[in-house]
C-alpha cells in the first residue's frame, strides 16, 4: 500500500476511505468530544497507519508503526519501515533534531529519533531500540507542529 502523506494533509479525515487508498480494510474510528479540543482517531492496523484529524474533519497527523509494508510518500521522497538510519538520512537530509533512546518508567523504552522538516510537514522517526530500523515515523502538518 502507498499513502502520499502530503495529499492527505488538509484533505477531510474521510477522504482516504473514499477514495480506495486504503483499499477495502476496514478500520475504526473514535471521536473524543470531551477534549478542550475535540479529535478523530481512525487506526488501520492491517496497514499500520493512524490519522488523527481536527473536529473539523482535518488530518493533523498521521501515524506509521509495525509490522507493515505501507510506504509512505512525503515531498516525492518514499519512506517505509525497517529502513536504517542512514538510509532515512540520505533521503531526507540532515535532521533539524535529534535525540538518544529514551526510558520512561511508565510509557516503556523508546530508540533514539531524528525530526526532519520538509515543505509541507514535519517527520518524526523513531528507531529500534536494538539495531537501527525505522520502528515508528510521525507526519505532522506544519501549522501543527510542536516546537
Not at 16 to 39: A, I, N
Request: aromatic share 8%.
Amino acid at each position: 500500500m502507498r499513502l502520499d502523506v502530503d495529499a492527505v494533509f488538509g484533505g477531510r479525515a474521510d477522504s482516504p476511505f473514499r477514495d480506495g487508498r486504503l483499499g477495502s480494510t476496514k478500520g475504526t474510528r473514535e471521536v473524543f468530544s470531551e477534549l478542550p479540543r475535540p479529535l478523530i482517531h481512525d487506526l488501520f492496523p492491517a496497514h499500520g497507519l493512524e490519522f488523527r484529524s481536527d473536529d473539523a474533519n482535518q488530518v493533523q497527523t498521521v501515524f506509521l508503526a509495525g509490522p507493515s509494508r505501507t510506504v509512505v510518500t512525503v515531498s516525492g521522497i518514499d519512506l517505509r519501515l525497517g529502513l536504517t538510519r542512514a538510509e532515512v538520512v540520505a533521503s531526507l537530509g540532515a535532521a533539524s533534531a535529534s535525540g538518544p533512546p529514551v526510558h520512561d518508567p511508565i510509557l516503556g523504552d523508546y530508540g533514539p529519533w531524528d525530526r526532519f522538516v520538509m515543505p509541507g510537514c514535519r517527520v518524526h522517526v523513531e528507531y529500534a531500540l536494538q539495531g537501527d530500523g525505522v520502528r515508528r515515523m510521525t507526519f505532522s502538518r506544519r501549522a501543527d507542529q510542536p516546537h
